[in-house]
Nanobody, 117 residues
Framework: QVQLVESGGGLVQAGGSLRLSCAAS????????MGWFRQAPGKEREFVAR???????GYADSVKDRFIISRDNAKNAVYLQMNSLKPEDSAVYYC???????????WGQGTQVTVSS
């Protein structure tokens, strides 16, 4: 079983940056695909970014070239560097880890990101 805890959310002005962290415990997630998702009020949860291994990453079109996902296997952690933030990036951000079936099976409790205009 994997437990995930996000941190680093907060209030930032448009154009600013935030770095989200996701600390994993229970077992190593070095071989898991790790992802970030977000959910804004009244909207469905949506994919933001994922990382497979150390360098293979993918992003939603809406965040490409602004967000960077990375991982530190020694710390059993995943990060999301968010730059050039926009009000539409405001949401609860969730960290997720893949399970044995390849789908995202483990989820954190989320961290709130609010971008003011």
């Amino acid at each position: 079983q994997v437990q995930l805890v996000e941190s680093g959310g907060g209030l930032v002005q448009a154009g600013g940056s935030l770095r989200l962290s996701c600390a994993a415990s229970g077992r190593t997630v070095s071989t898991n695909v790790m992802g970030w998702f977000r959910q804004a009020p009244g909207k469905e949860r949506e994919f933001v970014a994922r990382i497979r291994g150390s360098y293979s990453s993918g992003y939603a079109d809406s965040v490409k070239d602004r967000f960077i996902i990375s991982r530190d296997n020694a710390k059993n952690a995943v990060y999301l560097q968010m730059n050039s933030l926009k009000p539409e990036d405001s949401a609860v951000y969730y960290c997720a880890a893949s399970g044995s079936g390849g789908k995202f099976e483990f989820w954190g409790q989320g961290t709130q990101v609010t971008v003011s205009s």
